[in-house]
C-alpha cells in the first residue's frame, strides 16, 4: 500500500464519510492530492460495493408478490410474511406507494389516448427486442421429443442458460410445431410464447407445466418464436424453417 | 347476464377492439365484450382468444407503461413490460379463477395494471444504476449467475449478523448493505434516531472496519 504523501493520513472515519459523498473539502482535497489515502478509500469501496452487490434487497418479496399482497390474494401464511417485511422495508412501502397512483390514472383517459396512439397503431404489436437469441437452431422432424433426460435428447437451440427442443411435422398444408423449454436457472412455466410469421404475430400459447408448447401453422413459411418468461427473461429463435 | 354463448370467437374479438376504440376516445362503452373475451382467453384457455387479447391490449399496456413514474428508470422498453404483465395475469387468474376473482371487466383490468407497474419496478430493482457496461456487452440480457441465489445471500447475510454481533448494527447495516439506503435516507427513515448524516457514517465506519477484518468476507470479495 502506498504510504500517505501528505501525513498525517486520513482516518478510518474521514475514509467512511468520503465514502458516504460526506466528506468536507479538507478530506476532498487530502484525497485528490494523496495517492496512499486515495488508495485505501478505493480498496475500501471496492469491499462496499461487493458486499451491496450481494445483498442488495435479497429478502424483499418479489415486486409481483408485493402487488399480490396489495390484492389480497395471497395465502395468510404468505401475506404475514409480506406484511412483516413492509413494517420494516423502506424501499418495498415506496414501490407499494407507486402502484395506487398509477391505477387511478386508469380515469384519466386523455393522457391514454395520446400515449397509445404515440407510436402504437391499434392492433399492431411489436416484436420484443430484449432477448436471449437461440443459436445453433435446427428443427428435427423425427417426432422425438426431447424431455431433458432422455438420452436420445437431441439439443437443437440455446439461448443464455435455456436449451429449446424443437420438433416439426409438415402437413398439407400446414406444419405443427411442437417444443420444450428446458432451463436448471429460469422457470419457464406459464411463460408466453408467440409464433411470427412474415412480421405478424399469428399464434400465442402458454407453456405447460413441462414447459412445452405446440402451434398448429396454417402454412410453412419461415417462423419466429418469443418465449417470454413470468420473470421477463425473452427467448428468441429467429427465422426458423420448418421445411429443412 | 348476457349470454355469448351463440357469439363466436371472432365476432367477440371485433366487437372487443371496437369497444376499447370507443374507450380510448371517451366514449360510453360496452364492456361485456372484452370481459367475455378474456374470459374465454383465462378461464376457458382458448388459445386463439388469448391471440386476439394480445393484439388488444399489448399496444395499450406498453402505452400505460411509458406513463408509469419509474419507466425512465427501468431499463425494459415498453413492449417488454406488456408482455410480462400479460404472463404474470395470465399465471395468477386462469381457469376458474379468473371468473371467481373478478365478476367484470373493470377489476380485471386493475388487476392488470398493477401486474403491469409490478413489471417495471422489478425490472427498476433489478438494475440498479451501475459503472458502465464493458465495451464488448452486446446487450444481451446476461442469464442469470448462479452464485447469487438467494440462499448463499441469506447464508452471507446471517454471517455478517454473526460478525457483528449487536443489534444495532445489525439494523444499520441491513439498511446500509441491504436495503442500500444512503445515510441521509437512513436519518430521514428513522428520525430522532440520528443527530446527523455524519453520526451515522460513522457508526457505519466501526461496522465496515469489522467487516473488513474477517476473514471469509475478505477471501469471498478477493481482498
Request: net charge negative; with cysteine.
Amino acid at each position: 500500500m502506498v504510504a500517505c504523501s501528505t501525513p498525517p493520513p486520513l482516518s478510518e472515519e474521514a475514509l467512511s464519510l468520503a465514502l458516504d459523498g460526506l466528506a468536507d473539502k479538507a478530506i476532498q482535497n487530502h484525497l485528490a492530492s494523496c495517492p496512499g489515502c486515495a488508495a485505501r478509500l478505493a480498496e475500501m469501496k471496492q469491499f462496499e460495493d461487493a458486499l451491496m452487490k450481494r445483498l442488495a434487497r435479497f429478502d424483499c418479496p418479489p415486486a409481483q408478490q408485493l402487488t399480490d399482497f396489495q390484492f389480497g390474494m395471497l395465502d395468510s401464511a404468505n401475506a404475514a410474511a409480506v406484511r412483516q417485511h413492509l413494517a420494516i422495508c423502506p424501499r418495498c412501502q415506496d414501490e407499494l406507494a407507486l402502484l395506487i397512483p398509477f391505477l387511478n390514472e386508469e380515469d384519466d383517459e386523455n393522457k391514454l389516448l395520446k400515449e397509445v396512439r404515440r407510436d402504437d397503431a391499434p392492433n399492431v404489436i411489436r416484436p420484443p427486442r430484449q432477448v436471449w437469441q437461440a443459436s445453433e437452431v435446427e428443427v428435427t422432424n423425427a417426432l422425438s421429443m426431447a424431455r431433458g433426460l432422455d438420452d436420445e435428447t437431441v439439443r437443437t437451440g440455446r439461448a443464455g442458460s435455456a436449451t429449446i427442443y424443437l420438433e416439426a411435422e409438415l402437413r398439407r398444408p400446414g406444419a405443427h410445431l411442437k417444443g420444450q423449454v428446458v432451463d436448471a436457472t429460469v422457470d419457464w412455466e406459464g411463460a408466453l410464447a408467440e409464433l411470427w410469421q412474415e412480421g405478424v404475430m399469428r399464434r400465442v400459447r402458454v407453456l405447460d407445466d413441462m414447459c412445452e408448447f405446440t402451434f398448429d401453422l396454417a402454412d410453412d413459411s419461415p417462423v419466429t418464436l418469443f418465449i417470454t418468461a413470468l420473470s421477463g427473461v425473452t427467448v428468441a429463435i429467429d427465422k426458423l424453417n420448418l421445411i429443412q | 347476464m348476457y349470454d355469448f354463448s351463440g357469439l363466436d370467437l371472432e365476432s367477440i374479438a371485433r366487437r372487443c377492439a371496437e369497444e376499447t376504440w370507443k374507450f380510448l376516445r371517451q366514449l360510453e362503452q360496452d364492456t361485456r365484450y372484452c370481459f367475455e373475451l378474456w374470459r374465454r382467453a383465462l378461464g376457458e384457455q382458448i388459445d386463439d382468444a388469448l391471440r386476439h387479447i394480445y393484439l388488444i391490449y399489448i399496444p395499450l399496456l406498453a402505452g400505460r407503461a411509458r406513463r408509469h413514474k419509474q419507466f425512465a428508470m427501468s431499463c425494459g422498453d415498453s413492449d417488454y413490460f406488456a408482455r410480462v404483465a400479460l404472463a404474470n395475469f395470465y399465471r395468477a387468474c386462469r381457469g376458474a379463477r379468473f371468473t371467481d376473482m373478478f365478476p367484470e371487466l373493470a377489476p380485471a383490468m386493475k388487476y392488470l395494471n398493477a401486474c403491469l407497474h409490478s413489471a417495471i419496478v422489478q425490472d427498476v430493482r433489478d438494475n440498479p444504476p451501475a459503472p458502465p457496461l464493458p465495451e464488448d456487452d452486446t446487450g444481451l440480457i446476461a442469464p442469470p449467475d448462479p452464485s447469487e441465489h438467494d440462499l448463499r445471500k441469506s447464508e452471507l447475510w446471517a454471517h455478517i449478523r454473526a460478525v457483528l454481533d449487536d443489534a444495532q448494527d445489525e439494523a444499520l447495516s441491513y439498511k446500509r448493505f441491504v436495503l442500500q439506503m444512503t445515510p441521509a435516507e437512513i436519518m430521514r427513515a428513522e428520525q430522532g434516531l440520528w443527530p446527523s448524516t455524519r453520526d451515522i457514517s460513522v457508526a457505519l465506519q466501526r461496522i465496515r472496519r469489522k467487516l473488513r477484518k474477517d476473514d471469509t468476507l475478505r477471501g469471498l470479495f478477493g481482498l
